[in-house]
């Protein structure tokens, strides 16, 4: 069974920083473009960031500046460093990715971390 896992949130004051981990785990032959979302309550999911197999990034304007997506292809695994944090950060942030398995191609989501952003 293939999973995304995601690591690092947390309660972190008004300009301060964390670094999401998401990491795939399982069975599979290659893993697509991956996404950063967030949802915050009362609000549509949001993407934040996407980084391609091949490593090219793209941001939402709202994190531009602030936020370096990264991703180790030997780890699996894809990074988000969120500086600069702002209360208007706060969401649940959750990885999205197609897998390719031996029975085909699935649209994995990883389980979500809060980040909270308060002083």
């Known amino acids: 069974q293939v999973q995304l896992v995601e690591s690092g949130g947390g309660l972190v004051q008004p300009g301060g920083s964390l670094r999401l981990s998401c990491v795939a785990s399982?069975?599979?032959?290659?893993?697509?473009?991956t996404g950063w979302y967030r949802q915050a309550p009362g609000k549509q999911r949001e993407l934040v960031a996407s980084?391609?197999?091949?490593?090219?990034?793209n941001y939402a304007d709202s994190v531009k500046g602030r936020f370096t997506g990264s991703r180790d292809t030997a780890k699996n695994a894809v990074y988000l460093q969120m500086n600069s944090l702002e209360p208007e950060d706060t969401a649940v942030y959750s990885c999205n990715a197609p897998i390719e398995t031996t029975s085909g191609w699935y649209n994995s989501w990883g389980q979500g971390t809060q980040v909270t952003v308060s002083s």
């Open positions: 980084i391609s197999s091949a490593g090219r990034i």
């Open positions: 399982g069975s599979f032959r290659s893993i697509g473009a």
